[in-house]
């Protein structure tokens, strides 16, 4: 019998959405070449450099061990995958660092 470890699943892949996910999987299948990926995907080799620029900065959002907390880690993931402008997310991360601060002094 076969028996398997039950492993933890690491937070770096739980934070990638299914197409992110999808996306990694043909990446590895084309063994990395970004030219085949892009012909796979019918666009051009700089929309497939940016898609996983922006996958590689969402990995290191999850996994930068300085980000202890969540709403901050969902604003760099965000930031990252380009849903929310680099200084929309500054501007939420200040207020919300201001407020943690304010909270502290009572």
């Known amino acids: 019998?076969?028996?398997r470890r039950v492993r933890e699943v690491p937070r770096w892949i739980e934070a990638?959405?299914?197409?992110?996910?999808?996306?990694?999987?043909?990446f590895?299948?084309?063994s990395g070449s970004l030219?085949?990926?892009?012909a796979e995907y019918g666009v051009s080799y700089p929309t497939v450099r940016g898609r996983l620029d922006r996958l590689i900065g969402k990995?290191?959002?999850?996994?930068?061990p300085r980000i202890e907390d969540p709403f901050e880690r969902k604003i760099r993931m965000l930031v990252a995958d380009m849903k929310l402008p680099?200084?929309?997310g500054k501007d939420l991360l200040d207020a919300h660092r201001s407020s943690l601060r304010r909270r502290a002094a009572r």
């Open 1 to 3: 019998m076969d028996e």
């Open 16 to 26: 990638l959405a299914e197409e992110d996910l999808h996306f990694l999987r043909r």
């Open 28 to 30: 590895l299948l084309t």
């Open 35 to 38: 030219k085949d990926l892009a």
């Open 59 to 64: 990995v290191k959002a999850a996994e930068d």
């Open 86 to 88: 680099a200084h929309l």
